[in-house]
């Protein structure tokens, strides 16, 4: 296997972000609010504005993984309004021949580094209940568990300042 490694999206990346997006959507469309078929209809201009609001910037960030030069995976982070301390962790997701290796832990390690730079306290995420790999992700990660529904399973991390 070779080497992971792990960065934010930069400006003008459209390409790439939209890429592995639609890698994401197709490969597990049940782990997601969007559907392939709304995104791949998304202007050139709707994926621009997405992919540069989230390479600069305090308030999101887009993060990915590649191995060697192919993006295997993404994690996006986005401030809650009216509550500048708290993120929403989403779009979250690694191609399956690499689910098991360190990707997903590494994408986890820079977005909170970031967050933790950017005054972020705590990190929410909300996974569909089907999705019970995430869910075990998660907590092993440290996140805990806030609430169980039909719709879902909401976890929380606190961010380690300093």
Same mark, same amino acid.
């Given at each position: 296997?070779? *080497? ?9 990346? !459209? +390409? ?7 890698? /994401?959507?197709?490969? /597990?469309?049940? /782990?997601?609010g969007t559907t392939y078929d709304s995104a791949v209809q998304r202007s050139a201009e709707t994926w621009q504005e997405k992919? +540069?609001? !989230?390479?600069? =910037? !305090? ?10 030069? &192919? ?5 996006? *982070?986005?401030? *809650?309004? =009216?509550?500048?301390? &708290?993120?929403? *962790?989403?779009q979250v997701w690694v191609a399956p021949e690499y689910r098991g290796t360190s990707a997903a832990w590494d994408l986890m390690?820079?977005?909170? !580094?970031? /967050?933790?730079?950017?005054? %972020? ?13 995430? &869910? ?6 440290? %996140? ?19």
């Amino acid at each position: 296997m070779s *080497l992971i490694t792990v960065r934010r999206i930069q400006i003008g990346e !459209t +390409d790439l972000l939209k890429q592995i997006r639609l890698a /994401a959507l197709q490969d /597990a469309p049940y /782990a997601f609010g969007t559907t392939y078929d709304s995104a791949v209809q998304r202007s050139a201009e709707t994926w621009q504005e997405k992919t +540069d609001s !989230t390479a600069q =910037g !305090t308030d999101g960030a887009t993060f990915i993984a590649f191995s060697d030069d &192919v993006p295997i995976g993404m994690a996006a *982070l986005f401030r *809650l309004q =009216g509550q500048g301390d &708290v993120g929403e *962790l989403m779009q979250v997701w690694v191609a399956p021949e690499y689910r098991g290796t360190s990707a997903a832990w590494d994408l986890m390690d820079s977005l909170f !580094t970031w /967050a933790a730079k950017n005054r %972020f306290r705590r990190i929410i995420a909300g996974v569909t209940e089907v999705n019970t790999r995430a &869910v075990k992700f998660y907590v092993k990660y440290g %996140f805990s568990i806030t609430e169980e529904s039909s719709e879902g399973v909401y976890l929380a991390k606190e961010v380690k300042i300093g």
